[in-house]
Every structure is written in C-alpha cells, then in structure tokens.
C-alpha cells in the first residue's frame, strides 16, 4: 500500500511539472492606430504568485494578485501606466491608444505557488492604420487602329503595410474581380462602356477608389498613325516658311550693309584734303583759255607787285601751304 501511494504521488508531481512546463501557439493580434488591444490569458484555477509581461524582451509589467480580485500593478514605465487595464479574473492585458511602435513580440509568464515551472504564453502583435481612398495613376496611352490602351496604377500616398489591391470590373455581362494593384485596359471604340473601381485592404479596413470610365479615360486620344502623320507634315510645311524668313532676314542684312556704306562714301566727300602729306603727289588743273590776242607787253605802262608769301608752317592740321614764291608772279597791267 505504502509503495502504490509513493508512486501515485510521484505520477501526480510529474503530470504537474509536465503540464507546467507546456506553453500555449502562438499567437497573432491584431490592432488599429489609436485603438486598443487584449492579450487573452486562460482562467487558472491554481494560486498564481506573480504574471509577468515582457515587450521585446524588456520588462513590460509585474502582476502580483492580492485576492478578493485585487491586484498589485508594476509598470516599468510610466507612459504606459493609462494605457494598461487587466481583465478578469485570468488577468488578460488590454493595451489602449495603440501606436506603431506598439508593434511587436510580447511574452507572458504566469508563476504558481505549487509548480516549479511557469506557464508561458508567445503573441506577436501588429498595429495598422486606417486606410484612405487609394489614388488611381493612368499610365501611357495608345490609340491604334481605333483600339484605347493603358495601364491603371492603384497605390496608397502614403504607402501602407500589409496593402492588398484588387480591381472590380463593372459594366461586362459578369462583374469580374482581378487582383494586383496594375490593371491593364483595352477598349475598342463602339463597345460598351466599362467601370473599373480599386479597392485596397489591410487586415483592419479597407477602402475603394474613385470609378474609373474607359470611355472618358480614352476621349481625346489621338490615333497613334495620325499623330505620326502629323510628325512628317509638320516639318514638311514649315520649311518653306523657314526658307523665307532666312531669305528675307538675309535681304535686310545686305540693306543695312549698302546703307552704311553709302553713308561712310558721302561722309569722305564732304570732308576736303585741306593737308596732303608729304610724299603725296599734287594734282595741278589745267585751265584752258579761248584763243584770245594777248596785248604785248609794255615796259612803260606796265607795273609789277611783288607778293610774299609766308613761310610753310609745320602743323599739318593748318591751312595748305603756298607753292613756291619762285614760281608766282602777279601782273597788272595800267593802261
């Protein structure tokens, strides 16, 4: 008897320190920017000592059950003292006013008076923001043959985490539902019109885009073999008119050339030799006279004047020098 209840007991202290050792799966959660949060613990039915609460290995909180369902509260840090409630009689966590660096690994270990090992308990907790309207990017377009092609980007501003994209067709026989966040799109002219609508999802929430028209998203889309006829035409007409204005501006640089000229000719005519420099040759006019009898010379009626002339001055800027007195005589003749 005494050696069954020895090994009743030891089987008892083993399924304890086995069941005391186990750790529950992990656990995902998740949370909105600004809302709250609550890490589940199981009711124990045992005497806890202590639950201690770990964020990324860093001492979160120690718990410490008073009885009559009161507790004793130890916050490491006291940003986080308004934001902790514990629910209960398991004493589950409920973290408020989210924030993004509340993401992250939070660990739980519950101490008993009668086990030698704590129960622990692994969560991972990821906190996302409200997702705005998706915004709708038109890529290139192309018009060929009468067919509209271009592709829809659908993207967050502010990019997003976790973002799923998908597009709903509307408009076909069948709405269709295509996922990705590129959306190619051909539509011929005389089809029906289509609507194209996006929708963006995070595990939180989700939102929609503004309806895209094809119609109105191909309007005014140039034929891509008339806007290359146009790219041949163009030059092609514009060259004569470039030719005349390259003519004409030519013809008005020549005017201004001849203009100037005449004017530098009329500007030396006006302005006399009154100094030849030495070295230069004199031009002497011969002045002719009609064959006229010229009276001989008489000594008693006739009177000479002498005339002189004064010295050659140096200055060339002054008047024209006499010729040689030698060579000049003056006749009056008194009759």
């Known amino acids: 008897m005494a050696g069954s209840s020895t090994c009743l007991v030891l089987i008892s202290l ?3 320190l086995t069941g005391s050792a186990a750790s529950g799966a992990l656990k995902e959660l998740v949370g909105a920017l600004g ?14 000592d202590s639950i201690s609460w770990t964020f990324n290995k860093t001492i979160l909180v120690m718990v410490q059950p008073m009885g009559d369902e009161k507790v004793n509260v130890i916050v490491t840090q006291n940003r986080n003292k308004e934001r902790m409630e514990f629910l209960g009689k398991g004493h589950s966590l409920k973290l408020s006013k989210l924030m993004k660096n509340d993401s992250g690994a939070y660990h739980v270990e519950i101490h008993r008076s009668l086990s030698l090992f704590p129960i622990t308990q692994e969560y991972v907790l990821h906190v996302y923001e409200h997702l705005s309207k998706p915004k709708v990017t038109i890529g290139l377009q192309s018009n060929k043959n009468g067919t509209c092609t271009t592709n829809l980007t659908c993207s967050m501003a502010n990019g997003g985490e976790d973002v799923t994209y998908s597009w709903e067709a509307l408009g076909q026989a069948a709405n269709e539902t295509l996922d990705g966040s590129i959306l190619p799109v051909s539509w011929r002219q005389g089809e029906g019109d289509m609507t194209f609508i996006c929708m963006a999802r995070n595990p939180i929430s989700s939102n929609f885009s503004n309806p895209i ?35 004409l501006s030519m013809r008005r640089e020549k005017g201004k050339e001849s203009i100037e000229e005449k004017k530098t000719t009329d500007i030396h005519q006006e302005i006399p030799n009154f100094c030849p420099h030495a070295g230069e040759n004199t031009e002497y006019d011969t002045i002719s006279y009609n064959h006229e009898t010229i009276p001989k010379e008489d000594p008693v009626n006739t009177l000479y004047s002498t005339v002189q002339i004064p010295e050659k001055m140096k200055d060339p800027h002054s008047l024209p020098t006499a010729p040689d007195t030698s060579r000049l005589f003056s006749y009056e003749n008194v009759i």
């Open 14 to 16: 083993l399924w304890q």
């Open 35 to 48: 809302g709250s949060v609550t890490f589940p613990l199981n009711a124990i039915e045992e005497q806890v």
């Open 213 to 247: 028209l094809v119609r109105k998203l191909c309007e005014g889309v140039p034929d891509s073999s008339m806007v290359l006829l146009h790219f041949l035409l163009v030059p092609i007409l514009l060259s004569p008119l470039l030719m005349g204005l390259v003519l």
